[in-house]
């Protein structure tokens, strides 16, 4: 049987009703417009992660769900979807997706939080689908599973592929639960699954992901997934995003997966050589295991596809991004996304991605003086910087911009006798495209 989604209103009256009467099985749902959701309040995922799950087909037919915001009380498990049980989601896209997680009050025991836009449980099919917004997760006694997509691929034949998600993922700490300290249960986090036992084929990711602040939490992240489980099947995946440590012993972070079970399997995947971050100055970052090969940003944009680049090697699936109105190409883009306009959809992330690691390393010096005259060092990429602009915030907040000159692929500048040591920098960064990015001193301090 066919149901037909006009109205924000029959994604709970039409779908969520036959979900939970158990009357999705062979029925199949489709979206024939976009549904803008900012008016809808206490939007709660659709069925029961326990009893009530979706097992048939929605097809958003390249249709957009935007500002949709997920923020249900004392609830474990956060998506759009409870649980994708035996059913197949489709031609989807979520825009200024928002997901927060509320477990306040709650009198259970250690209990595992799965969340993702799409589903905090698959255990069939996503396709050709993406997401673009944020996720909070709030630290509780039990384990984390949070991933762009869906926090939990469950099943050795469970599939997400030809999807995207530039999600940023966040923990918030959460106090305790009935009184209960928190344990030291495992966050897995990853940019298109929190923890993956399926298969993610031809999927990127943009997304930062950063931890929990609790220590005692171990913590596991990767661009794709957290943990590749053993029957993990991992192919033509790449991330952009940032995965930013917290310089705790027995946190794994990787570029493709945090945790490689020996039996996954990983192949025909990249990652941006500087994707692994410190969250602050002084921090390092230990990577977990070598899943996925390293690559610079002008090996992802590779037109020509030349032996070594990712585009040699992602396969048919991706293809080169047509020049933009600037006439610049940025990361691969899926051919099945392509007749959507979502070949540039990830713009705004490959611009900070590309012009981050154009300040390959920064140094501040002191002089030994009683003036302090402060000097700053910056090394840059030869890539197309056109100007760059150096902001320091004094400790009372107050603060100076100068625009130091660019020599070659570095730049110099003394600011001169100043009383104050410790600054915080910024640095503004103008390619000759015009398009601008501002990144401080922390994102660039440690090069990987």
């Given at each position: 049987?066919?149901?037909?989604?006009?109205?924000?209103?029959?994604?709970?009256?039409?779908?969520?009703?036959?979900?939970?009467?158990?009357?999705?099985?062979?029925?199949?749902?489709?979206?024939?417009?976009?549904?803008?959701?900012?008016?809808?309040?206490?939007?709660?995922?659709?069925?029961?992660?326990?009893?009530?799950?979706?097992?048939?087909?929605?097809?958003?037919?390249d249709h957009v769900i935007k500002n949709l915001e997920i923020c249900p009380r004392q609830t474990y498990?956060?998506?759009?979807?409870?649980?994708?049980?035996?059913?197949?989601?489709?031609?989807?896209r979520f825009e200024a997706a928002c997901v927060r997680q509320d477990i306040s009050g709650m009198r259970s025991g250690a209990n595992t939080t799965r969340a993702g836009i799409i589903a905090a449980v698959c255990q069939g099919t996503i396709l050709n689908c993406s997401a673009q917004g944020t996720m909070t997760v709030q630290e509780g006694t039990?384990?984390?599973?949070?991933?762009?997509?869906?926090?939990?691929?469950?099943y050795a034949e469970s599939e997400i592929r030809r999807s995207w998600a530039d999600v940023s993922i966040s923990f918030q700490a959460g106090g305790t639960e009935n009184g209960k300290k928190k344990d030291d249960a495992l966050c897995l986090a990853g940019g298109i699954a929190g923890s993956a036992n399926g298969i993610i084929e031809a999927c990127h990711s943009a997304g930062s992901v950063a931890g929990p602040p609790d220590a005692s939490k171990s913590y596991a992240a990767g661009g794709i997934c957290g943990k590749a489980d053993s029957c993990a099947k991992i192919t033509s995946c790449y991330n952009l995003g940032y995965?930013?440590?917290?310089?705790?012993?027995g946190d794994a972070l990787g570029g493709i997966a945090g945790i490689t079970e020996k039996e996954a399997v990983v192949s025909a995947c990249f990652y941006l050589s500087w994707c692994l971050r410190p969250k602050s100055a002084?921090?390092?970052?230990?990577?977990?295991?070598?899943?996925?090969?390293k690559k610079?940003?002008?090996?992802?944009?590779d037109p020509e596809k030349k032996p070594g680049s990712v585009l040699s090697e992602l396969g048919s699936g991706y293809a080169c991004t047509p020049p933009g109105p600037d006439?610049?190409?940025?990361?691969?883009?899926?051919?099945?996304?392509e007749k959507t306009g979502d070949a540039g959809a990830l713009s705004e992330a490959c611009l900070k991605?590309?012009?981050?690691?154009?300040?390959?390393?920064?140094?501040?010096?002191?002089?030994?003086?009683?003036?302090?005259?402060?000097?700053?060092?910056?090394?840059?990429?030869?890539?197309?910087?056109?100007?760059?602009?150096?902001?320091?915030?004094?400790?009372?907040?107050?603060?100076?911009?100068?625009?130091?000159?660019?020599?070659?692929?570095?730049?110099?500048y003394n600011l001169g006798n100043n009383e104050y040591i410790n600054y915080d920098f910024l640095l503004t960064l103008k390619d000759k495209y015009g398009r601008m990015v501002t990144i401080s001193d922390t994102d660039i301090e440690t090069t990987i």
């Amino acid at each position: 049987m066919d149901y037909y989604i006009d109205t924000p209103e029959d994604l709970t009256n039409i779908l969520g009703a036959c979900i939970r009467k158990n009357t999705t099985r062979g029925s199949r749902f489709i979206i024939r417009r976009d549904l803008d959701c900012g008016k809808i309040t206490n939007f709660a995922p659709l069925g029961n992660g326990s009893r009530y799950s979706f097992d048939g087909e929605l097809d958003g037919a390249d249709h957009v769900i935007k500002n949709l915001e997920i923020c249900p009380r004392q609830t474990y498990d956060l998506g759009f979807f409870a649980k994708i049980g035996a059913g197949t989601v489709k031609n989807l896209r979520f825009e200024a997706a928002c997901v927060r997680q509320d477990i306040s009050g709650m009198r259970s025991g250690a209990n595992t939080t799965r969340a993702g836009i799409i589903a905090a449980v698959c255990q069939g099919t996503i396709l050709n689908c993406s997401a673009q917004g944020t996720m909070t997760v709030q630290e509780g006694t039990g384990a984390c599973l949070a991933g762009g997509l869906c926090g939990s691929l469950s099943y050795a034949e469970s599939e997400i592929r030809r999807s995207w998600a530039d999600v940023s993922i966040s923990f918030q700490a959460g106090g305790t639960e009935n009184g209960k300290k928190k344990d030291d249960a495992l966050c897995l986090a990853g940019g298109i699954a929190g923890s993956a036992n399926g298969i993610i084929e031809a999927c990127h990711s943009a997304g930062s992901v950063a931890g929990p602040p609790d220590a005692s939490k171990s913590y596991a992240a990767g661009g794709i997934c957290g943990k590749a489980d053993s029957c993990a099947k991992i192919t033509s995946c790449y991330n952009l995003g940032y995965l930013y440590s917290r310089a705790v012993e027995g946190d794994a972070l990787g570029g493709i997966a945090g945790i490689t079970e020996k039996e996954a399997v990983v192949s025909a995947c990249f990652y941006l050589s500087w994707c692994l971050r410190p969250k602050s100055a002084g921090e390092r970052v230990r990577a977990a295991n070598q899943a996925g090969d390293k690559k610079r940003w002008e090996e992802f944009t590779d037109p020509e596809k030349k032996p070594g680049s990712v585009l040699s090697e992602l396969g048919s699936g991706y293809a080169c991004t047509p020049p933009g109105p600037d006439g610049y190409v940025y990361a691969p883009h899926l051919v099945s996304l392509e007749k959507t306009g979502d070949a540039g959809a990830l713009s705004e992330a490959c611009l900070k991605a590309l012009c981050t690691p154009a300040a390959l390393s920064f140094a501040e010096s002191v002089y030994p003086h009683t003036t302090n005259p402060v000097k700053v060092d910056c090394a840059l990429s030869d890539g197309a910087l056109a100007q760059v602009l150096l902001t320091a915030v004094r400790p009372d907040q107050t603060q100076i911009t100068v625009e130091p000159p660019i020599s070659g692929s570095s730049f110099s500048y003394n600011l001169g006798n100043n009383e104050y040591i410790n600054y915080d920098f910024l640095l503004t960064l103008k390619d000759k495209y015009g398009r601008m990015v501002t990144i401080s001193d922390t994102d660039i301090e440690t090069t990987i």
